[in-house]
């Protein structure tokens, strides 16, 4: 009959497998915008936005205008190395947590500023570290994270394809 939609369509099946489709997309190939769960010696969390490609490591929290107290990015990278960061484009203070293979923290850059105008510093250990945590300025601190502390997170196994 001209003019009446199939029943399925009323009930708006394509709408919604057109969003579960899209969410599943959203979930598998935004690399920049998965999510892993850090934890802290006191047992605090924080949600962490991995950076994970050349691409998302180099952008990174730049243009960013907050970071909440539960927040942060996780740069992870291929193999330890001296990574060196710097606050270009940075709109908010960091603490940087250089961090081993083993996930021990060898190095703390606490409260670093925004970088005002070129040339910009560069933040890093003098020994290899294979990951880096970004947190809003202060949370180190009011976390009572040091250096030697180990942080406790597992990467998903779309990570690890990534950097092999």
């Known amino acids: 009959m001209p003019g009446r939609l ?17 969410l599943h997309a959203f979930c598998q190939d935004r690399g920049s915008e998965k999510f892993i769960k850090v934890f802290f010696p006191n047992g605090k969390s924080v949600a962490a936005e991995l950076a994970v490609t050349d691409e998302e ?5 730049m243009f960013r205008e907050k970071l909440l107290p539960d927040q942060s990015m996780l740069f992870v990278f291929e193999e330890e190395d001296q990574h060196s960061f710097w606050m ?7 603490d940087m947590l250089w961090l081993d293979s083993d996930r021990r923290v060898i190095f ?23 990951y880096v945590l970004e947190l809003k300025a202060g949370e180190a601190a009011s976390n009572g994270i040091k250096a030697g502390d180990r942080l406790q997170f597992v990467l998903p196994a779309g990570v690890l394809k990534i950097l092999r």
């Open 57 to 61: 490591r180099a952008r990174g929290l």
């Open 88 to 94: 270009k484009n940075t709109l908010i203070p960091l």
């Open 108 to 130: 703390i850059a606490a409260n670093v500023p925004p970088c005002r105008e070129d040339p910009c510093p560069s933040y890093g250990p003098s020994a290899p570290a294979r």
């Open 6 to 22: 199939p029943i399925a369509l009323k009930k708006g099946w394509p709408l919604l497998f057109g969003l579960a489709f899209g």
